[in-house]
């Protein structure tokens, strides 16, 4: 079993930032991917970024130039550093883990609010 911790949302006027923040349990090493997904309501889970073994990252395209995927190896954390950010953004934003074995973890999710 892996624990997954997500945290860093929060309410954010329009054109500003955010750092969201994963953390496992197990090392990062034992770890294939790692990925931010949002959820908004009355829609469905979408990716919105990845970062998988060998630092290979993969972004939705309406956060592309807005939003980076990055991870400390040291720390079994991944962020997610958001810029730019539009009302279409606010959604809760889960984590997901998959490890080498194919098992998957998600976070509990973090709520990240853009309004003015």
């Known amino acids: 079993q892996v624990r997954v911790v997500e945290s860093g949302g929060g309410l954010v006027q329009p054109g500003g930032s955010l750092r969201l923040s994963c953390a496992a349990s197990r090392s990062i090493f034992a770890i294939y991917a790692m990925g931010w997904y949002r959820q908004a309501p009355g829609k469905e889970r979408e990716m919105v970024a990845t970062i998988a073994s060998g630092d290979i990252t993969n972004y939705a395209d309406s956060v592309k130039g807005r939003f980076t995927i990055s991870r400390d190896n040291a720390k079994n954390t991944v962020y997610l550093q958001m810029n730019s950010l539009k009302p279409e953004d606010t959604a809760v934003y889960y984590c997901?883990?998959?490890?080498?074995?194919?098992?998957?973890?998600w976070g509990q999710g973090t709520q990240v609010t853009v309004s003015s």
């Open positions: 997901k883990v998959i490890m080498f074995s194919s098992d998957n973890y």
